[in-house]
């Protein structure tokens, strides 16, 4: 009797092992509200994991920003099994912000005995010359597009690495996503160890409380501004310092495509990632209470046209800026160490067309390919107050500021080498066009002479009394 009872559990253990209890692979989620939602092992096995297992690197990168966020988000995986997720929440970091020291403008310029002031060309001493960074636009076939329709205190859902609840969205998987919609109070939460494309088709997110868009973890996100969209992010305007910004990023971020952002802090940072911001396309206009681009690392600005009207400044970062091409206009605030770009690790200018108006900027590098004019006043000019560069009777640049500012640095393709610029301040336009600050067309008149400056090199310093 002992052997046959033997036998009998040998013969049932052989069956297991030869896999008599198989697995069932689970299949693709579609969901409105609280509807039920199972991790995919799509991705990878460190992408299948529950969103908190994932322990992503909490250690600070810089100054103001805090550091890798120390938890993460409740598992958006049902394990219930009542059909009711568990969304990702933000968690909260632990690192403390400090301010940090900034690069003073150039070097002054002389007077020539023939009444024109003569550039200075030299640079501050920079650490290192700023590398171009570009991304390429990843393309994603229709059929692997996943869905996310913001509902104004819900949202619906098609594919798999989703969960929602009430106005919250997790993502736990890499992929593509495509947003519309609005939501009144919620947030966007993203933690996965892949690379993800948010395609913004129309969206808009209002956060009382915190970011509009968190990232946790991810190996890359790229914001994809979808033909003909205009888009919005804003944040609440009470303490979130786990995530100092309406768009927040623990790593590197790409924006692109050929939509409208539209982006209000009310706290502190615009856009703010711990690692990169690269900037390849789009219309991107930034109201920040702090700097409008912050970047632990660097930032690159390759295409598309970007505004930034910053408290304090309008684009830092703790390495280096590269601006390579697009229209960048980029505001700072009247603080004595706050700039229009505050480049810790050194500027370059290598293409596009700039305007950086603010109460002290970065000065570009000599390793910069295009021409460059900076011209520092010896006292803040006030609020609204118009400045002109021309050279002859051809305006080149025409701006003004909601602040008073002090320092101005403009570059373009139009700019050479030896040639002789006109100051001119205050006055007014008649007949032209105000977008962003920036004055085209129109008549000038009822300003005041500041004198005419010759470029003597690349980029050319200049005081002006």
């Excluded at 690495?161 to 009430?166: P, V």
């Excluded at 590197?252 to 390849?280: E, F, P």
């Amino acid at each position: 009797m002992k052997k046959h009872m033997l036998a009998l559990f040998l013969a049932c253990s052989m069956l297991c092992t030869l896999g008599a209890c198989g697995q069932q692979e689970e299949s693709s989620a579609v969901g409105e509200g609280n509807s039920s939602l199972t991790d995919s092992a799509d991705d990878s096995a460190a992408d299948s994991r529950p969103a908190d297992s994932a322990a992503p690197d909490n250690s600070s990168k810089g100054e103001e920003s805090t550091g890798r966020n120390e938890q993460n988000p409740e598992s958006a995986a049902d394990t219930s099994g009542s059909g009711t997720d568990s969304a990702a929440e933000p968690s909260g970091n632990t690192g403390k912000p400090s301010s940090g020291g900034n690069d003073a403008p150039g070097s002054q310029g002389n007077t020539s005995d023939s009444g024109q002031h003569t550039a200075s060309t030299t640079a501050p001493r920079q650490e290192q010359t700023p590398s171009v960074t570009t991304v390429q636009a990843e393309t994603t076939p229709a059929s692997e597009i996943k869905t996310i329709t913001l509902l104004g205190d819900s949202v619906r859902f098609e594919g798999t690495g989703i969960a929602a609840r009430g106005s919250r969205v997790g993502i736990t998987k890499g992929g593509t996503y495509r947003i519309s919609g609005s939501l009144s109070d919620g947030q966007i939460e993203i933690n996965t160890e892949k690379k993800v494309v948010l395609q913004f088709d129309g969206m808009s997110i209002t956060n009382s409380a915190g970011s509009a868009i968190n990232v946790i973890n991810a190996k890359r996100v790229t914001v994809e501004l979808m033909p003909g969209t205009v888009n919005s992010l804003e944040d609440g305007n009470v303490q979130h310092d786990a995530d100092r910004g309406a768009l927040f990023t623990n790593d590197t971020l790409v924006i692109g495509g050929s939509g409208t952002l539209n982006v209000k802090s009310n706290y502190a940072h615009g856009i703010i990632s711990d690692d990169d911001i690269i900037v390849n396309g789009g219309t991107i206009r930034i109201v920040s209470t702090k700097s409008g681009l912050f970047a632990n690392d660097d930032i690159s600005i390759n295409g598309g046209a970007l505004f930034c009207d910053a408290g304090t400044n309008g684009i830092k970062c703790k390495n280096t800026i590269s601006i390579n091409g697009g229209t960048s206009i980029l505001m700072g605030g009247t603080r004595e160490e706050k700039g229009a770009i505050i480049a810790l690790g050194g500027l370059t200018v290598n293409g596009g067309t700039l305007y950086a108006i603010g109460n002290t900027c970065t000065l570009p590098l000599a390793s910069s390919t295009q021409n460059i004019l900076a011209f520092n006043f010896t006292s803040a000019l006030p609020a609204n107050t118009l400045t002109r560069i021309a050279s002859g009777s051809n305006p080149l640049f025409t701006f003004t500021s909601p602040r008073a500012y002090k320092t101005v640095i403009c570059s373009g393709t139009g700019l050479k080498d030896g040639a002789s610029y006109t100051v001119s301040t205050g006055g007014s336009v008649t007949g032209g066009s105000n977008t962003d600050y920036v004055i085209t067309g129109g008549s000038y008149s009822g300003g005041t002479d500041r004198g005419t400056y010759k470029s003597t090199g690349r980029i050319s310093s200049f005081t002006v009394s």
